[in-house]
């Protein structure tokens, strides 16, 4: 979570994440119905952030909302998830097209994001892995130039669903350190502008994360 991230932000945040986490291990298992006022007294907050975060949660599939009828757990649906990153993949491929040749700027910041995410892995950094990890894909889609893009990434919640690809990674035993070696594949195509290589190393970090969505044998 950034420094300077506002109070009200990280409040939302702090609620959110304890919310999905009570969700995936079973702590509010589906159909469980979430009331705001009773999270609030919980939490010690008002309801602003708990709708906040409950509003969050919706757009995520993770619990349904419902007009005077309030919100309850949906659980996480591995097949939506899945489709959402394809859709997401589909959406950063287009924009490395688009932002090919990359700007030096635009490098360092990538750089910067590899480097946390690398530190984040040997410490079992989740959080921090995961934040390093959308601003590296976020400032991919922005660099685009298409806002369309970068509505429709934003819109899709990857900070929940991001969350919910690394316990499932984990619950399979799989760890993070590939993905690092991925994204230095990445980073490496993208600064000597090689289009084609930078796509591949693209695909094959999504096909590491969609292998958590796949069915046990």
């Given amino acids: 979570m950034s420094e300077g991230a506002p109070k009200g932000k990280c409040t939302r945040r702090r609620i959110r994440d304890a919310l999905v986490a009570r969700i995936l291990d079973g702590t509010y298992p589906a159909g469980t119905r979430l009331k705001e ?3 609030a007294r919980e939490f010690g907050v008002s309801q602003a952030p708990i709708r906040e975060a409950l509003r969050e949660l919706e757009g995520s599939g993770l619990i349904t909302c419902e007009r005077y009828r309030g919100s309850r757990v949906r659980g996480a649906d591995f097949a939506e998830m899945r489709e959402s990153y394809e859709l997401r993949a589909m959406i950063e491929e287009r924009a490395i097209r688009l932002a090919i040749p990359c700007r030096p700027a635009l490098l360092e910041r990538l750089a910067a994001c590899l ?51 690394l316990r499932a990674i984990a619950d399979r035993g799989r760890g993070l350190k590939p993905l690092i070696e991925l994204h230095r594949k990445l980073l490496a195509a993208l ?3 090689r289009t ?12 590491y994360i969609g292998a958590a ?4 044998l």
């Fill in 115 to 165: 480097h946390e995410m690398t530190v984040a892995v040997p410490a079992d950094n989740r959080e921090r892995y995961i934040e390093a990890a959308l601003r590296f894909h976020r400032e991919l889609v922005a660099a685009s130039g298409n806002r369309t893009f970068l509505t429709v990434w934003d819109s899709l919640h990857f900070d929940v669903r991001g969350r919910i690809v």
């Fill in 191 to 193: 600064r000597g502008a």
């Fill in 196 to 207: 084609a290589a930078a796509e591949t190393a693209l695909r094959s970090v999504f096909t």
């Fill in 213 to 216: 969505f796949e069915p046990d």
């Fill in 37 to 39: 006022l009773t999270l």
